[in-house]
């Protein structure tokens, strides 16, 4: 039998934390428990200033000119390469531009045509939904068939038919994680290629993608990476697919020569290729400036804290939750799961608008998922356990069943 | 003949202008004049404190709650609605979402599949690259033949077998614009229907989509709209086809209910299926409060003030700058201009970089054209006299010649 767990202990945890002083570099309300950074990033100190020299100097004053004088030319390719340092890939493998979602397009219909004669794109259902729309689209455009299957079927579902598998490394809903290792090796065995979508992973763990020799990866800027609301989002081509790649937005700033105004398209040489239009700089330097709340964190840290901090949930959960209706929806293992935990509840939704009232921020995912992200930067082990103490008071007192709470609004 | 045109007579053609007050609305460098509002508009003054007030507190404070508190949420619908009153669209109309190129992949593809059994998109020669290239791309996707013409030949190349004209208004060369309503006319005509790209026309002048009975439009956020460095895009789509639109990058943000989190895709009811991904908020909220620089302007006081600083910058170029080596390379009607003029002259990259040593910014076209942009709400009659006095300063002295001007840039 484990002790009881005290929020002494917890605040101890927090004494101990290696990464505690990391929270400093982050503008957080005060009073409020924040673990929905998996969902929107908490906003890093520093970006509000950077900004405001980006808008009053690099733009006002700068014009026109600082495309060149103030770098903004290069900065997609900056940003990449401080990503993948994140994400274990080599400079010039990552590069930062539109969304994740048209990010998913370009690598599916550039890896397609590159295994012609092979008919499926390989998908998961519990996938983040977007990933499987683009997906259908892309195969509808490329004349091949979406196959999904479900999550434990997928590395038997891999077979000579299959020219891409694409997956989510962590589940958005269930915080299930893939072995990213394990499912390359098996599809490249087949002769298929695969896409990883990192959007539950970067910034809140380390991977290896190229380590274990992953093809392609996309991901999103606005959640562990803390680069604000709808941040770019990033795309992987390993190096040695980069001259092959023939994606399909092909847009100016991927051509060899933008500035050459070419009738006939040429692909830039390398990563930039995967560019299409203008950069969105003041969301990429948001971005940039976010990205300084890693400097100097080893990212095996990162990964020990998130564990911690998701054990401690879940130990906690079964200590103060049993019998309240709750049931663990992600892995125990910690092995199993990325940086969050989700807990099932039939009233779900109304306890998390309960929850919320209260200044503790997690997110509902319909039907019945309270999903709680552990931002290591900045969640605190005591975060942990004030949510859970206001998740027993919130049912045991019955304070979820109003009409406020459970009143749905239209964006959840 | 004309009279002689002084610098005394621009200054009174600016104590007469109406619009004379508009440029207090914008943070414009000191001693500067800038004439490439058409490659980066210049900053609305507004804009720091109203993004000040999106960091500080929408993300740092609210947090995940601004998408339905801070109505994050509808800002892609509500900036485009804003951007419709500007090109004579209806509501609901126009989204604004990714970039110009990503749209044009969108609505190219969309419009294709309107016309099955026709196989030809028909664009043209002299336009801007990136339009050309993603209508290569869209065109190998949907099994169409890409056919560029010269911009003369294009009335003539619509025959029974275009599914779709793909133009810009304005040449972003030389100025030169079509009739939309001509060409969308023979288009119909033809069965076809027109794709127009309003990159350098939206903000620069009215146009009357609706009452042309366009089809589909795209243009980009930061040139006369002044939404900043790489702002988000819009797309229009006429609403009597929005129902029947089916667009390739179907993202989670297009869809009837994207936080049902359903498997199967399904795209939203009118303009809303356009989206895809997250939308870029920083950058939209930039552009949103830009766009208020055209708050009760009458676009038509607009056009008139653009025509004649255009007007104004050829006569002045023919009393000051002949026998220099410069030729006109817009039409000298301003019936077929858009609100630029371009001069070309064969050392027009080391003259343009010597004017913008003299604080007078416009930009340069290879392989000669000096490319000048007149954004009527921020630039005053005399910045063109004293435009044309140091081109032909910097021509009759040599200026021009040295090392410093004539070495190419790596972006231009």
Redesign the interface.
């Known amino acids: 039998m484990h002790q009881m767990i005290t929020r002494e202990d917890c605040a101890a945890l927090d004494a101990a934390d290696k990464l505690a002083h990391c929270r400093a570099r982050f503008?957080?309300?005060a009073e409020?428990i924040?673990l929905?950074g998996n969902?929107?990033g908490?906003?890093p100190a520093n970006?509000?200033a950077r900004?405001?020299r980006a808008?009053?100097q690099?733009?006002?004053?700068g014009?026109?000119?600082?495309?060149?004088d103030a770098d903004?030319?290069p900065a997609p390719q900056r940003t990449g390469n401080r990503i993948a340092q994140l994400v274990g890939a080599g400079q010039d493998e990552v590069i930062v531009a539109?969304?994740?979602?048209?990010n998913l397009?370009k690598v599916l219909?550039a890896a397609t045509r590159m295994r012609p004669g092979r008919g499926v794109i390989l998908a998961e259902?519990t996938n983040?939904?977007?990933d499987?729309?683009?997906a259908?689209?892309a195969a509808?455009?490329?004349g091949c068939e979406l196959r999904?299957v479900d999550p434990d079927a997928v590395l038997d579902a891999i077979d000579d038919n299959v020219a891409i598998v694409s997956l989510t490394h962590v589940n958005y809903k269930t915080g299930q994680r893939y072995d990213i290792e394990a499912v390359t090796r098996r599809a490249h065995e087949a002769g298929a290629l695969v896409v990883w979508d990192l959007c539950h992973t970067a910034g809140a763990m380390p991977v290896h993608l190229n380590r274990c020799e992953v093809d392609f990866a996309v991901g999103?800027g606005?959640k562990y990476l803390n680069g604000?609301?709808?941040?770019?989002?990033f795309v992987f081509v390993a190096s040695r697919h980069q001259d092959e790649v023939r994606q399909?937005?092909?847009?100016?700033h991927g051509?060899a020569r933008p500035?050459?105004?070419?009738?006939e398209?040429e692909p830039h040489a390398g990563i930039d290729r995967m560019l299409?239009?203008?950069?969105?700089?003041?969301?990429?330097i948001?971005l940039e400036s976010a990205l300084e709340a890693f400097d100097g964190v080893d990212l095996e840290d990162l990964r020990d804290k998130s564990v911690e901090l998701g054990d401690l949930f879940i130990r906690l959960s079964d200590q103060e939750l049993s019998g309240l209706g709750f049931s663990l929806a992600s892995p125990r293992d910690a092995e199993q799961r990325g940086s969050q935990v989700s807990l099932r509840h039939a009233e779900g939704y109304a306890i998390m608008q309960a929850l919320?009232d209260r200044n503790i921020?997690g997110?509902f995912?319909?039907p019945d998922i309270l999903r709680f992200g552990f931002a290591a930067l900045y969640v605190r082990h005591v975060d942990i356990w004030d949510t859970i103490a206001a998740l027993k008071e919130i049912v045991v007192s019955g304070a979820w069943n109003t009409d406020a709470f459970r009143t749905r609004?239209?964006?959840?």
Not at 63 to 68: E, F, G, V
Not at 228 to 233: D, I, M, S
Not at 259 to 263: I, K, L
Not at 409 to 412: F, L
């Open positions: 503008n957080l309300p409020t924040y929905d969902s929107l908490a906003m970006v509000p900004m405001n808008m009053e690099e733009w006002a004053q014009l026109i000119r600082s495309w060149n903004w030319y539109d969304s994740t979602s048209v397009f219909v259902r983040f939904p977007t499987v729309y683009i259908g689209s509808e455009m490329t999904c999103c606005y604000g609301p709808g941040a770019p989002a399909p937005l092909t847009g100016w051509h500035f050459a105004f070419t009738h398209y299409t239009g203008t950069a969105p700089q003041l969301g990429l948001a919320i921020i997110d995912r319909a609004k239209s964006v959840t």
